[in-house]
């Protein structure tokens, strides 16, 4: 499964937030936000509603990389201090 892995330096600590797509069996997108190897939070979205359509892979991508997009901006706006 395709997915973003990155690494946010933030007030002298690094942050990491892994997404990615779990599928179409799970039908969502999960993100893991980890700080000195330890998990912080974990978000969810499912993306039921675009299944059947004919660009449901772009919106899923779409919807990936915007969730990503969101948290590292979460986190250096201090959100997970």
């Not at 997915?3 to 933030?10: E, F, I, K, L, M």
């Not at 997108?29 to 449901?56: N, V, W």
């Not at 892979?57 to 969101?70: G, L, P, V, Y």
């Amino acid at each position: 499964m395709a997915g973003y892995d990155t690494r946010v330096d933030y007030k002298g600590q690094a942050y990491i937030v892994q997404t990615q797509d779990k599928g179409p069996g799970a039908q969502y997108i999960e993100s893991l936000i980890y700080r000195a190897g330890q998990l912080l939070a974990s978000k969810r979205s499912f993306y039921t509603a675009f299944l059947g359509l004919p660009d449901a892979a772009e919106r899923i991508a779409r919807q990936m990389e915007e969730q990503h997009k969101t948290i590292l901006g979460q986190i250096v706006e201090g959100r997970y201090d």
